[in-house]
């Protein structure tokens, strides 16, 4: 760790592994642009990216003082993060997360400090992600479970600010993806022992935001669009079922519910909630498999890896499979 003199006021963590040159620039650049605030580092973690981060950075000179690169053998993004999260330096007040395709709105940083300086423990703005017209706030949820400014109180009309008023936590178990990973910056003494999933591959953030809110008391939000963000992938949607990623990400999605369900303590409609969306992944697993089989490859390693690891997905397969033809007779005839 460094010298408490050394501590920034933020820390910004950026796990990066990409094989197309000029993303991670691109990235960094825009943190470099942030007007009204200065005081940060950036500590990127080069996660055995085929495109050196080295590499990336080699034409910005001027501000490398700001800029921290770790190099470490391939270990997947919750690794990456947490390296990162280990090397914030002693004494930093504030620590945001920025994926390496995102890039910042030039206000965040400002914006989001001005947030915690008034004493509260997270601060979230909304974002964009390629491809997808919504912005996060607007994206569809489970009715009742909306980000409405008239129930929040108003902290800095300039900046946009709001303090959210009611229970954060179990918000975010219904809204969890409202807050982006680029988004999202908190007080880090609140959050020191937080850390992410490393045998979860996908859904780490949803862990992480679940076990950071639960310690957060204030909560502080804005919602201006912040970050855009590289493109994803809705593995829910019927244009996902089938892709190559669709099967690992389903998978990963199964056991992230099971993980939440049994290590998170929650209430009975909070339960119930996550044991729905577990249900739903099944079937997603279900109709991905239905799909691949019959239009792409199969890795049939993964899907036998998921049913000995968890027996229900294997259990539902054929009901799941009977729903999924229903579906799809009524789509052909409709």
């Known amino acids: 760790m460094n010298e408490k003199s050394d501590a920034p006021t933020v820390a910004v963590l950026i796990p990066y592994f990409q094989k197309q ?104 703005g909304n974002s964009r992600r390629a491809g997808i017209e919504k912005s996060r706030f607007e994206w569809d949820s489970i009715p009742g479970v909306t980000l409405d400014l008239t129930q929040h109180r108003l902290i800095d009309e300039a900046h946009e600010l709001y303090e959210f008023v009611g229970d954060f936590f179990d918000f975010v178990v219904f809204r969890s993806n409202i807050i982006g990973p680029s988004t999202m910056a908190y007080r880090y003494r609140v959050g020191s022992n937080v850390r992410f999933n490393e045998k979860i591959y996908n859904g780490q953030d949803r862990i992480f935001k679940l076990f950071l809110c639960r310690q957060a008391k204030k909560v502080a939000f804005s919602p201006k669009e912040y970050a855009r963000e590289g493109k994803g992938i809705n593995i829910f949607d019927s244009a996902g079922w089938g892709t190559e ?9 199964i056991e992230m519910c099971k993980f939440i369900l049994n290590n998170i303590p929650m209430n009975a409609r909070q339960l119930a909630h996550v044991k729905r969306h577990l249900a739903q992944t099944r079937y997603a697993f279900t109709a991905s498999l239905f799909h691949q089989t019959r239009h792409g490859t199969v890795d049939w390693k993964l899907v036998g890896k998921t049913f000995v690891s968890d027996s229900a997905t294997l259990l539902w397969l054929v009901p799941n499979a009977m729903k999924v033809v229903k579906v799809k007779s009524r789509a052909d005839r409709s």
């Open 245 to 253: 990623r669709s099967l690992s990400l389903l998978s990963s999605y």
């Open 21 to 124: 040159k000029g993303i991670l620039e691109n990235t960094v650049r825009s943190v470099l642009a942030q007007r009204g605030f200065d005081d940060y580092k950036v500590i990127i973690v080069d996660d055995g990216s085929p495109v050196s981060a080295e590499s990336e950075l080699v034409s910005i000179v001027s501000h490398r003082e700001k800029i921290r690169i770790i190099q470490q053998k391939n270990a997947g993004p919750g690794a990456a993060r947490n390296k990162a999260l280990e090397n914030v330096p002693d004494g930093t007040g504030y620590v945001a997360f920025l994926d390496s395709d995102d890039q910042l709105d030039p206000s965040y940083l400002a914006d989001a400090v001005s947030a915690l300086d008034k004493g509260y423990d997270l601060f979230f």
